[in-house]
């Protein structure tokens, strides 16, 4: 394949979601109606809560994390307008639109054919960054899950995932199985014919940090 076409291919893919989130609920407390743990909202979903309810809403794009405390959440493009609440915003490490990109083009990349093959200690350049050593892997109906250094052979994990582990449905987060990766390293990540290739931020710490910063999402099968 010559580099021209292989660029337009890449510049033509379509995104594999037509109507984008922009966050992800990340905490809910309470039991506010239609929305639930792991939600993707977009703009314009109108989130009433109570008195005693709580969310956090982790945007993709804009990176600010929101912790709303009752009244009318209007969710928008970059942060969340409350009226008769109290929010606190916090800008969090996030590569969300990349993100977004990687996933709708995993099939591409797995199937990417360089002129020149990159020399064996040579990473291939990553897609998009991480903010946390345990990545959220949605993959809706499960499978097998495989992370490996990009740079070096050998270091890498193999993970069947049930979908009876499945958090909503879809969302495996490796905090809780107890899976880190390295910091500063580039990984490849791969399930069947889909491929993500990211970078590990080099301050990412352990455990549960803010979801949006550490999604990998791969196309649901089919």
Same mark, same amino acid.
């Given at each position: 394949?010559?580099?021209?076409?292989?660029?337009?291919?890449?510049?033509?893919?379509?995104?594999?979601?037509?109507?984008?989130?922009?966050a992800?609920?990340?905490?809910?407390?309470? #039991?506010?109606?239609?929305?639930?743990?792991?939600?993707?909202?977009?703009?314009?979903?109108?989130?009433?809560?109570?008195?005693?309810?709580?969310?956090?809403?982790?945007?993709l794009?804009?990176?600010?994390?929101?912790?709303?405390?009752?009244?009318?959440?209007?969710?928008?493009?970059?942060?969340?307008?409350?009226?008769?609440?109290a929010?606190?915003r916090?800008?969090?490490?996030?590569?969300?639109?990349?993100?977004?990109l990687?996933?709708?083009?995993?099939?591409?990349?797995?199937?990417?054919?360089?002129? #020149?093959?990159p020399g064996?200690?040579?990473?291939?350049?990553?897609?998009?960054?991480?903010?946390?050593?345990?990545?959220?892997?949605?993959? #809706?109906?499960?499978g097998?899950?495989?992370?490996?250094?990009?740079?070096?052979?050998?270091?890498?994990?193999?993970?069947?995932?049930?979908?009876?582990?499945a958090?909503?449905?879809a969302?495996?987060?490796?905090?809780?199985?107890?899976?880190?990766? #390295?910091?500063?390293?580039?990984?490849?990540?791969?399930?069947g014919?889909?491929?993500?290739?990211?970078?590990?931020d080099?301050?990412?710490?352990?455990?549960?940090e803010?979801?949006?910063?550490?999604?990998?999402?791969?196309?649901?099968?089919?």
């Open positions: 394949m010559q580099v021209g076409a292989f660029t337009a291919l890449f510049l033509t893919v379509q995104p594999a979601w037509a109507d984008a989130p922009v992800v609920v990340e905490d809910v407390s309470g #039991k506010p109606a239609g929305v639930e743990f792991m939600d993707y909202v977009e703009p314009g979903k109108v989130i009433k809560l109570a008195a005693g309810d709580s969310i956090v809403l982790g945007y794009k804009s990176c600010w994390r929101e912790s709303i405390r009752g009244g009318t959440v209007t969710v928008g493009t970059e942060q969340s307008d409350v009226q008769g609440g929010v606190d916090t800008k969090v490490g996030c590569d969300g639109g990349k993100m977004e990687a996933a709708a083009q995993s099939k591409q990349s797995a199937a990417m054919v360089f002129r #020149k093959a064996p200690n040579t990473p291939p350049k990553p897609q998009f960054k991480i903010y946390g050593r345990s990545p959220v892997v949605e993959l #809706k109906g499960g097998t899950l495989v992370i490996e250094r990009a740079d070096v052979a050998g270091d890498r994990m193999e993970l069947v995932l049930a979908p009876a582990q958090v909503h449905g969302f495996y987060d490796l905090a809780k199985l107890n899976k880190s990766l #390295k910091p500063g390293v580039v990984y490849r990540a791969k399930v014919d889909q491929q993500i290739v990211f970078e590990v080099a301050a990412a710490k352990e455990g549960a803010p979801v949006a910063g550490r999604l990998l999402r791969f196309q649901p099968a089919g």
